[in-house]
């Protein structure tokens, strides 16, 4: 009983963990699967624009911007396009059109009426300044049939639409790449947000067909945009003819389109590898069972023999005849061996501990860099001295008040140090000129933050702090810069690092101003809250200020402030408005 019940609970715990590890490797192996289509297609469609994009440049530069009905049939224009479309076998048509939906195609198909239904949506969205990117559609029949879609951009000229450039991309890259899956066991095929197929990897699947009968795509359908967040791998049945079938499947999201790609198996053939396993392990538990019972008679055996010596000189002794002695020479390996694993336990802990000296010391060196870093760029203006180290305690606090998990928190503690690297490449006349900046120095000290972030873009480790350093000066409502991002297109890590650096501004003199009491400065943050700052990073402020954590030191000597913008004569400008102009300026120089 002591061998063979530990043994059956073993086995069976065993069995278990190896059947869900199974499990989990089969799922594992779904979602690398479609996570890796999904980042092909996501590739793919970038690598599209960014062609489109230099084309369009190409385009403006050689007809000089002007796409007028003459212009846009010069040979030059024309032979880009043919340029254009041969440089790549994905690449089935191109056409550039002008703001009169006149111009020039190249290509090896001709558009059918359903390709030139999408064009008329494409030109109308280029009107309106967006791109567009179609939905799959059939070109052709029989074997010399391809599945395409549309993508175009607008051609924008001095801030104006001058014309339109669209072109049809061949989807044969993606079928092949679904059949190489289907090939490895797993039935892969591509949908759209409603549901539509795009492509698949038999002829089972048809371009257009809907597939939101399925469950696992009614799944991705239902969940709109909250799918393009995570992949998702669960069981599902299935009908197949008259029977419904268990499956596994498992779609991911596909980034830059409202796409997903999803693969699929029966569960019985997913789990196929699990079934054989736990058959597999029974027979093995019995035979180790067995075979613990066989050891287990031969070691009770060993125990028992010294056992009745030791019994036999024991009732000697308890008869009385104390000149008996109990003589047992009984050795083992154990002792010697927990000897020998106390000695090598003791060098792996004095190993584990110099590792871990030379890792914190590694860090302070890193910390310590960037700390130096950033008192360089400080140093730099004695009017921000301090503020790197100020707004990275702010930041932080106001992290922490949000609630955000402590690994997240150190990314947030660099970034808000190295917000202001890059006014290491602005000009001390700049940076360190005692009033407001002209237009033109302004334009020159917003460039800041791409300096900033391509200073560090080199670095791997730095990778998550560069959105903090290259957006912390983009607004809500897309006033800010370099790319006046807006809402939520801007990640949390700027939106706290901006209200940290905001508010630091507003309670330290500047040349082109006085320091503001920190609750005025407080109600000004406010007044941009929504509109220029983040709502949940301002309350996380007022939080942590309101309960006595940030304490302000006001400076002894201010310097006198020069107003940002005179206001035109006669006249004086909203309350709302002047607070918003004042924080603009004040968050400018920071």
Known sequence: MVSVVPMYFYSAQVESINRDRLITNERLLQNAVTRSLADDISQHQESLRLMLSNLSSALQVASGGDFTSQNVQAPELRALLENFVSSSEDLAYATLLNADAKGIS????????????????????????????????????????????????????????????????????????????????????????????????????????????????????????????????????????????????????????????????????????????????????????????????????????????????????????????????????????????????????????????????????????????????????????????????????????????????????????LHDVGKIGIEDRILKKPGALTPEEFEIMKTHTTKGANILRPVAQLKDMIPGIELHHESLDGRGYPHGLKGEEIPLLPRIIAVADTFDALTTNRPYQHAHDPKDALRIIHNLSGKRLDPTAVAALTAVYERGEIRVQRPVVATPAEPVAPAAPGLTPAPEAAVEAVAMAQTTRS
């Open 106 to 417: 190249a290509g090896r198909i001709a558009p059918d009426p359903f390709m030139q239904s999408e064009l008329t949506r494409a030109f109308v969205a280029a009107r309106e300044g967006r791109p567009y990117t179609g939905q799959a559609l059939v070109v052709g029949s029989g074997k010399s049939a391809r599945t395409v879609m549309l993508v175009s951009t607008p051609v924008m000229g001095a801030g104006h639409f001058i014309g339109l450039l669209a072109a049809v991309v061949d989807l044969q890259f993606l079928i092949r790449r679904l059949q190489e899956v289907h090939r490895g066991g797993l039935t892969p095929y591509v949908i759209d947000s409603q549901g539509r197929l795009v492509a698949g990897a038999t002829s089972d699947y048809a371009t257009g067909q809907d597939m939101s009968k399925v469950e696992i795509v009614r799944n991705f359908v239902e969940q709109g945009s909250k799918s393009q967040m995570v992949a998702a791998t669960r069981e599902f049945s299935m009908r197949e003819g008259k029977e419904q079938v268990m499956m596994l499947g498992t779609y991911s999201p596909v980034t830059n389109l409202d796409w997903a790609v999803v693969a699929q198996k029966p569960r019985a053939e997913a789990y196929r590898g699990v079934y054989e396993m736990q058959r597999t392990a029974r027979i093995l538990a019995i035979m180790a069972v067995a075979l613990s019972i066989a050891i287990s008679v031969f070691a009770a055996r060993r125990i028992t023999n010294p056992l009745e010596v030791l019994t036999r000189f024991s009732r000697a002794i308890a008869r009385g005849d104390f000149a008996q002695r109990v003589r047992l020479d009984s050795r083992t390996e154990i002792g010697e061996l927990a000897e020998t694993f106390n000695a090598m336990s003791g060098e792996l802990e004095h190993f584990v501990l110099d590792l871990k000296r030379a890792a914190n010391e590694n860090r302070e060196l890193f910390m310590g860099s960037i700390q130096m870093l950033a008192g360089a760029v400080d140093e730099k203006d004695p009017y921000t001295r301090g503020h790197s180290d100020r707004v990275t305690r702010y930041s932080v606090m106001i992290a922490r008040e949000m609630g955000i998990y402590e690994d997240y928190i150190e990314t947030v503690r660099i970034s808000a140090q």
